[in-house]
């Protein structure tokens, strides 16, 4: 899965980014610097390869966040509290090893200092929604061709929907996403959408994010009621 990965070199130069006042900087030997007027703290072994993942300091919608790509990609989205570098929202791509349903879902609110093991907590997430994935029967598709429809979730009255057409859609881990209120449909257009969760609350969707592969790392967000928004049509 090279989703995020692909964007890595797009950023690789870029050595500081700014959270408000404070600024986190790429440091020697995989550190990261915090650097908050007279304050500087320095994370280490943050960067670079670690158990076989390679872990990097990107952008995310103008803000600093990290990358580990290895079997699975994880963005971490990072902020500033109390002179600490805290991490957010865990934001990963994924597939079963078992069904072949892709994963791609979000958890925020995590509010988790930063430490050199932090992709220990992105696993944890993942491994976590890959079981909840292998239960997922896909024979109809695999040997009928049946497209295959899977309720995601439901966000303030509304579906959330990974629907597979063809065989070849769950191969390529590529679903279409679409939202379902009330006999009316919106089908997300040609998107990586990721459903998100809060760490208060982690088995109810919280809300979804769409992916935007224009050159950087940029999600759109939207939660609650901003689900229910869009442009909903009669169901075809």
């Known amino acids: 899965m090279n989703g995020f990965v692909v964007l890595m070199a797009v950023f690789g130069a870029f050595f500081s ?8 900087s790429k440091g020697g030997r995989g550190s990261v ?4 007027g007279s304050i500087s703290i320095n994370y280490k072994d943050v960067l670079g390869s670690k158990d076989g993942l390679y872990r990097g300091l990107i952008v995310v919608n103008g803000h600093p966040a990290l990358l580990t790509s ?22 990963a791509e ?8 892709s994963i791609r879902k979000s958890m ?20 976590l929604w890959k079981e909840q994935a292998a239960g997922v029967d896909v024979s109809s598709l695999v040997a ?26 769950l191969e390529d881990a590529a679903p279409q996403i ?7 449909c919106y089908e997300v257009p040609d998107s990586k959408v990721f459903v998100s969760y809060s760490a208060a609350s982690p088995g109810i969707p919280a809300g979804i994010m769409i992916f935007d592969d224009i ?22």
């Open 108 to 127: 925020c609110g995590i509010d988790k200092e930063l430490w050199s093991d932090y992709s220990e907590l992105g696993y944890s997430y993942i491994d």
């Open 70 to 91: 290895g079997e699975e990609d994880i963005i971490y989205t990072l902020e500033v509290v109390g002179g600490k570098i805290l991490i957010d929202c865990a934001i």
């Open 94 to 101: 994924s597939r079963s090893n078992q069904s072949g349903i």
């Open 17 to 24: 980014f700014s959270v408000s006042a404070a600024e986190i």
């Open 215 to 236: 050159g950087g790392y940029d999600f759109r967000s939207y939660a609650g009621g901003d689900v229910g928004r869009f442009g909903f049509k009669y169901c075809k």
């Open 144 to 169: 009928h061709g049946k497209p295959l429809d899977i309720v995601q979730g439901m966000i303030e009255g509304v579906e959330v929907h990974q629907v597979y057409r063809t065989l070849s859609q």
């Open 33 to 36: 610097i915090l650097s908050d």
């Open 178 to 184: 679409y939202l379902k209120r009330d006999g009316e």
